[in-house]
């Protein structure tokens, strides 16, 4: 079997309090995983679930930064934070200082933002997409500035979106150079071109096998076109998990997240039995996916966890 770090992937805003997110943090850890990551949202962005999201909402880094100090050895990170949603120099300040509360744990996907409805709902500004992504690479250049610029100079940026004038650069991740950045998405050339340029990591969120490689390669493409060894960046996947030890325990988990068992098994998704979700997992192994991301939609259910951990996990270790 291949060898494919596992990490669970959440989506507080369909419903979750900050306890409940510590208590998956905690079991995530226990059971072995690699990473806990969460969604950056404030409102519900689909009605598959049920509820209307309560109680939330929750801050996304300011949760990371509650898990910094009461987990101790998984990974951290968001999947995806908005360019839209936070000023880049204070962003790297928060996520230094949450790198420094977990002893070096944090990772940080940021993406360009894309649901309207959220924007509107919180009075968050959401230009069109060319000026979303104009702001994305913005960020990128300047929170890796701020992070890696020589010690004893001051980082200054001249942007159409953000202008640094001096900056100190006092806010220094523990990690070196800096912690990872990732960035993702389906788009066929400027996404693949911000990957090249900053990230560490790619990822493709609920995207078929064959999908995953064509934008993987492209990602390799864009690596090549400016010099950088495609093999220095992690292609990863986020997929929906909804396994079940026996069928009718599937069929109950589906339904819990408003999913159809046969659609289930026929989408992006880690579905069916423990030995349907190892075949499953091997399939966008084989497309090139180094690194998936679980995406826990039920956190009341945190016996799903375990099952992974026990009967799908050790194939892949």
């Known amino acids: 079997m291949t060898a494919l770090p596992l990490r669970v992937f959440t989506e507080p805003q369909y419903g979750a309090t900050y306890d409940q997110l510590l208590a998956a943090a905690r079991v995530t850890e226990e059971c072995g995983f690699d990473a806990f990551f969460r969604s950056d949202h404030y409102l519900k962005t689909g009605e598959e679930i049920s509820g209307d999201g309560s109680p939330g909402p929750t801050d996304a880094w300011a949760t990371l930064a509650g898990l910094a100090l009461q987990t101790a050895r998984i990974r951290l990170g968001t999947m995806m ?6 000023l880049p120099g204070p962003l790297a300040v928060t996520v230094t200082q949450v790198d420094a509360m ?27 997409l060319a000026e979303r992504f104009e702001m994305l690479e913005e960020q990128l250049a300047i929170i890796e500035g701020l992070w890696t610029a020589p010690a004893g100079e001051p980082f200054s940026f001249e942007g159409r979106h953000y202008r640094l004038h001096q900056n100190p650069a006092l806010a220094r991740p523990l990690q070196s150079p800096r912690p990872p950045l990732i960035v993702g998405g389906h788009g066929p050339a400027k996404t693949p071109a911000l990957a090249a340029r900053f990230a560490d990591e790619f990822n493709v969120a609920l995207s078929m096998p064959a999908d995953c490689d064509q934008a993987f390669r492209r990602v ?3 690596c090549e076109a400016i010099g950088r060894d495609p093999a220095g960046i992690i292609c990863s996947a986020a997929l929906v998990l909804c396994v079940g030890s026996t069928e009718a325990e599937f069929s109950r988990r589906a339904a819990r997240i408003g999913r159809e068992p046969a659609w289930l098994r026929q989408a992006a998704a880690i579905a069916g039995t423990p030995s349907e979700a190892v075949d499953r997992i091997e399939e966008w192994a084989k497309a ?8 826990l939609l039920d956190l009341s259910d945190l016996d799903q966890l375990r099952l992974v951990a026990q009967e799908i996990a050790p194939h892949f270790t």
């Open 102 to 128: 977990s002893g070096g744990r944090v990772e940080l996907g940021l993406g360009a933002g894309w649901y309207e409805a959220e924007h509107a709902a919180f009075g968050i500004p959401f230009p069109p």
């Open 288 to 295: 090139g996916t180094q690194r998936v991301y679980l995406q």
């Open 81 to 86: 934070s908005a360019a839209t949603f936070r």
């Open 220 to 222: 390799r493409y864009a």
